[in-house]
């Protein structure tokens, strides 16, 4: 067991020791609430260059299994927890948390006290870390100035990063009832397994396909998924979506709608601290219901900037950002949460439907 050190770029630090791969790691520091999935977090495309911080304090308990990857591989930069159960008592577990890491040569550090760090990032901010081994070559002082001198997550196309290079296609469960494409910003395989639950078939495309090429597809519905980083420099796909505009059905998800809002002409900002969890309780506005929803986001839309046609559907009750967006004079909707969960509540499930709700008043059946 290695000792190691998170140094934040705030000039904090943390100790622990250094499991899975014993190695350094970068990206912005994060936590999330949530009190299982872990193994779906780490291979979520969205949490591409972060290291996640888990506030449940005993993780890697039932171990991990290849069914419940939500891509093909880990994204995060580094896993840092209170405690690491060596022990995976499940009867799906194929691995223990530790030998996974180990083998993708990620970094855990175990043995840190995550309420501290946790209470740190809330009043102080998301900001960016480092994890290092403890050695005599490095000084304090040498590490916060590295750690200071990272880059922020403003202002990073990691959707770029995480995007399929070609295209590919997720085949439907039993008949095709509609085709759609699915624009891949960092997208998860559970959004594409409930998409052909109902009947779709889904064409995966890089994220900066050209609207041009979507429509020589002729698809029933569009689909703009999750990622990571700043929603504002990803100019192709705010183009490609500009145009596909009162084309087809769109509907987006988490980094995907940011960027329908950008396309209508809205704006977007980073958050002090991110919605990461399992637990964020959202106001449907269509419904007057409460919905506990899964989150992971640290951008939001700028309410004040929205266009006399477009509405907020959705709100956060923890701290009224928008949480979802309809437009009034096309097709189109997207939601800032993950109604998809893995891991999370299936509350929000129903969007899927509204979506072919939308492609059906449309004439797409």
Not at 80 to 103: G, H, P, Y
Not at 228 to 242: F, H, K, L, N
Request: net charge negative; hydrophobic share 40%; aromatic share 6%.
């Amino acid at each position: 067991m290695t000792d190691g050190l998170l140094v934040l770029s705030n000039g904090l630090y943390f100790r622990g020791h250094l499991l899975g791969a014993p190695m350094e790691a970068t990206g912005e520091v994060i936590f999330n609430t949530s009190l299982t999935g872990y193994q779906e977090i780490l291979s979520d495309p969205s949490y591409a260059g972060q290291i996640v911080t888990m506030t449940c304090p005993q993780i890697g308990n039932y171990g991990v299994n290849p069914e419940d990857m939500e891509s093909g591989t880990i994204h995060a930069a580094a896993l840092v927890i209170r405690e690491l159960s060596l022990v995976a008592s499940n009867w799906r577990s194929t691995q223990t948390l530790d030998d996974w890491l180990t083998e993708q040569r990620i970094p855990i550090l175990e043995g840190v006290d995550t309420r501290a760090l946790v209470r740190t990032l809330r009043e102080t901010g998301e900001c960016s870390g480092l994890i290092v081994p403890v050695d005599s070559q490095h000084t304090l002082d040498m590490l916060r100035e590295e750690a200071l001198a990272l880059p922020l997550m403003v202002g990073q196309n990691l959707a770029r990063r995480v995007s399929t290079r070609e295209l590919y296609a997720w085949p439907t469960e039993g008949e095709v009832r509609f085709r759609i494409v699915a624009y891949d910003f960092g997208i998860k395989h559970n959004i594409l397994r409930l998409m052909a639950q109902q009947g779709m078939h889904v064409t995966v495309v890089p994220w900066n396909t050209p609207a041009s090429e979507v429509l020589e597809m002729q698809p029933d519905g569009v689909f703009l998924s999750n990622g990571p980083g700043d929603p504002a420099v990803v100019t192709e796909a705010v183009e490609a979506v500009s145009q596909l505009l009162g084309q087809v059905p769109i509907f987006g998800i988490c980094l995907g709608h940011q960027i329908f809002s950008l396309a209508l002409g809205c704006q977007t900002y980073k958050l002090k601290c991110g919605h990461h969890g399992g637990n964020h309780p959202v106001m449907d506005y269509a419904t007057e219901k409460i919905e506990i929803t899964s989150h992971n986001h640290g951008f939001a839309v700028e309410e004040t900037s929205l266009p006399n046609d477009v509405r907020v559907t959705h709100r956060n009750l923890n701290d009224q950002t928008v949480e979802g967006l309809e437009s009034l004079t096309h097709p189109a909707y997207s939601v800032q949460y993950h109604p998809e969960a893995a891991p999370g509540p299936h509350d929000a499930q129903y969007l899927f439907n509204r979506f072919v709700t939308l492609m059906q008043a449309q004439g797409r059946a």
